[in-house]
Structures are given as C-alpha cells and as structure tokens.
C-alpha cells in the first residue's frame, strides 16, 4: 500500500494472483473427476450490499469535504469509510480473480450441460466484484483530506530535525 492508499494497480496484481492460483486449482480438480464448487446467486446480493454500504459509509465524508454538509463526521467514522473503502478494493479484486479463474474453467468445458449456465453466473459475479473494487477505489478518494494551502506559507521554526 502506498501513502496514497491501494490503488488499481494493488486490485490488478490480487486480481491476477488469484485468478492463476484459482484457475490452476480448479483445473486440477475438475482434469481428476472432481465436481466444481457451485457459486450462489446469494454471493451477487452480497456483493452488491456491502459494495452499496460502502458507497453510502463514504457518502457523509465526501458531503462534508465537498462543502454540502456543515455537520463533520466523526474522525472514528471517517477512518471506518476509507478502511472499508480499501478493504472493498482488495476483497473485490480477489473475488473478480475467483469468478474470473472459474467462468474460465467453464468455458474449456462447454460441452457440459451445466457449464454455461455456471460460465454465466460466474460472469456476472465477476463483473459485481470489479463494481465493488470501482467503488471502493471512489470511496477511498472521497475519503482524502485536501492539502491544506495556509500550512505552506507559514514558516517553519526550529530548524531540521535529524535522527
């Protein structure tokens, strides 16, 4: 993480370690007879909520910032926003590389009668989990404190400090 926070570039690299590793793991198993594991249209609801109750954790924040609202929020809940923020990038980048590795999987083994259906579940699940990493990395900005210009033009007393 970098001292602007995770950036799209952290979500690529989770993304793409987790599509290999998953890809590999479910060919593996699916080459030896095993069965692949079912997704659930239960996980899309459950993307789709945590991702709406970041967006909305971030929405008090970027209101106060931007100058819409006089009522700060509290710094324990504005901290809470830009760590779900970040959190939301990397669980999402995470999920889209499962998703990702799987509906590949799938889609070598289109001859199955339930492969497409599984193919197009697990797309649709990896586009939900590329939104959530969208709206994390929208939160996250929403969430950065402006530079301050005043502190600039004041001179600094004391000297340098060295350690």
Not at 73 to 100: I, M
Not at 109 to 123: K, N
Not at 140 to 159: L, N, V
Request: proline share 4%; with cysteine.
């Amino acid at each position: 993480m970098t001292e602007n926070g995770v950036s799209w570039r952290h979500a690529t690299g989770v993304g793409g370690v987790v599509l290999v590793l998953s890809y590999v793991a479910l060919k593996l198993g699916s080459t030896r007879g095993n069965t692949l594991p079912h997704n659930s249209w239960f996980a899309l609801i459950a993307i789709v909520l945590l991702t709406v109750a970041v967006l909305a954790g971030g929405w008090e924040v970027r209101a106060y910032l931007r100058g819409q609202s006089t009522r700060p929020p509290s710094p324990q809940k504005a901290r809470r926003a830009l760590v779900a923020a970040q959190a939301c990038v990397l669980a999402g980048a995470a999920l889209a590389g499962w998703f990702a590795g799987y509906a590949l999987v799938e889609a070598g083994r289109l001859e199955a009668s339930s492969a497409f259906s599984g193919m197009v579940q697990a797309i649709v699940l990896f586009v939900a989990s590329v939104g959530a990493v969208a709206v994390g990395l929208v939160v996250q900005a929403w969430c950065r404190i402006p530079d301050d210009k005043d502190d600039d033009d004041k001179p600094q007393g004391g000297g340098s400090v060295r350690a």
